[in-house]
């Protein structure tokens, strides 16, 4: 496979400020139709240059994304309500758990592994993300794939 067309999910807080930018820059010109690319490239503080060279390399994660399968692997305490507190946090997101795998608990820890269908009815995948991972008993949150 060619460099150029490997994908990868990074968390925000590793990402050049640059980027992030980028991501707003592009909000503002797709939020706000009136706003020119240099008046939003001035406004975040990038150059017109930064701007197109990394325009089409970076979308937030949870844009596009409705219609696709999601596989997360969640590490959570043995502990009775956790798993059904992350199902109820996934229905009330309004997506479809399509697989669920839990394996045996080690050290009073267990791994889960979750598929979810996200649907155009579906709230914002990121802040269930952040929902999950504050909740007690919750260890860790990776995201596998998505479809």
């Known amino acids: 496979m060619d460099s150029n067309n490997k994908y990868y999910i990074v968390k925000e807080k590793a990402l050049p400020e640059v980027l992030l930018k980028v991501v707003e820059a592009k909000r503002m010109i797709d939020s706000e139709k009136a706003v020119t690319v240099q008046e939003a490239?001035?406004?975040?503080?990038?150059?017109?240059?930064?701007?197109?060279?990394?325009?089409d390399d970076i979308i937030p994660f949870h844009e596009?994304?409705?219609?696709?399968t999601i596989t997360l692997s969640i590490q959570l305490d043995d502990e009775p309500g956790v798993l059904s507190g992350i199902l109820g946090r996934i229905?009330?997101?309004?997506?479809?758990?399509?697989?669920?795998?839990?394996?045996i608990p080690i050290n009073g820890v267990a791994s889960l592994t979750l598929s979810i269908d996200i649907l155009p009815?579906?709230?914002?995948?990121s802040a269930l993300v952040e929902t999950l991972n504050a909740m007690k008993g919750v260890h860790d949150i990776k995201i596998l794939g998505r479809e």
């Open 121 to 125: 009815t579906s709230g914002d995948f």
């Open 91 to 103: 229905a009330d997101f309004h997506a479809n758990i399509l697989t669920i795998h839990q394996a």
């Open 41 to 55: 490239t001035d406004a975040v503080g990038i150059s017109r240059s930064s701007f197109y060279k990394y325009k």
């Open 64 to 68: 596009n994304i409705h219609g696709r």
